[in-house]
């Protein structure tokens, strides 16, 4: 871990034994209140995510294979699948981050999804004019 540069996420003890006071923790005061301390769960969910749906519908819930090369392949093709299908979600939020990288002089939004929505937002907070057609105005 110390070549990555990385430290051990350690829980903080929160809970209350039977006299109602709050017990020790092995958390520093100045790591639980540091920005990756914070982070860490949000990294933490992102990877049982993957565990979850590999389990639920990936087939890693109980492998049927024998022999460490058969696991892996099936470990590497459930992860594979999970990224194609994460894949198309991501991609248009990212094709937005690209299109205002040029800086437009405006952005026409027309009604759709979220994702022409998440672009206005994006566009406004860069000081970029914003006209909205269809339902509602800018």
Known sequence: MKDRKSK???A?????NKTSTVGKTAVAQVVAE???YAASPRYRKRIEEIFGWGKTNGRLGQIK???????????????????????PKAAPFKRND?????????V???????IQDNFADKARKRG?????FGNGGA
Do not use: C, D, W
Not at 108 to 114: A, N, R, S
């Open 34 to 36: 540091s920005e990756a």
């Open 98 to 106: 690209q299109m205002l990288e040029i800086p437009p002089i405006g």
């Open 65 to 87: 294979v024998r022999g460490l090369a058969k696991v892996k392949a099936v470990v590497t093709f459930t992860v594979t699948v999970y990224n194609l299908i994460r894949l």
């Open 128 to 132: 970029l004019p914003v006209v909205k």
């Open 12 to 16: 903080i003890n929160g809970s209350r």
């Open 8 to 10: 051990p996420h350690v």
């Open 108 to 114: 026409m939004i027309f009604p759709g999804t979220g």
